[in-house]
Nanobody
Framework: QVQLVESGGGLVQTGGSLRLSCAAS????????MGWYRQAPGKPRDLVAF???????NYADSAKGRFAISTDNRDNTVYLQMNSLKPEDTAIYFC?????????????WGPGTQVTISS
């Protein structure tokens, strides 16, 4: 498996930007996918964006045009650049990784980082 630690959350005003980082304990080029999910109070955890080991990205409709996921293989880090933030983006953001074992995927989660957008 892989250990993940998020950072970069905080409090910003509507329209502001944040960049979240997720540091992995192993080479991210060996991971099948890495992604970001978020969970607001009383709501399920939803996908925000993910990126595959081949660089294919996918975004939730709410993130398209505002968020960008990227990786730095030298630092084993995945980023989520978030622009034009809205109060409805307020949530705990979790980093996620899928590791292919050869027979199945193993899922790993970070502890999360709080993002709060003030109106």
């Amino acid at each position: 498996q892989v250990q993940l630690v998020e950072s970069g959350g905080g409090l910003v005003q509507t329209g502001g930007s944040l960049r979240l980082s997720c540091a992995a304990s192993r080479s991210i080029s060996s991971l099948a996918t890495m992604g970001w999910y978020r969970q607001a109070p009383g709501k399920p955890r939803d996908l925000v964006a993910f990126i595959t080991s081949t660089g294919i990205t996918n975004y939730a409709d709410s993130a398209k045009g505002r968020f960008a996921i990227s990786t730095d293989n030298r630092d084993n880090t995945v980023y989520l650049q978030m622009n034009s933030l809205k109060p409805e983006d307020t949530a705990i953001y979790f980093c996620h990784a899928n590791v292919w074992t050869g027979s199945r995927f193993l899922s790993s989660w970070g502890p999360g980082t709080q993002v709060t957008i003030s109106s």
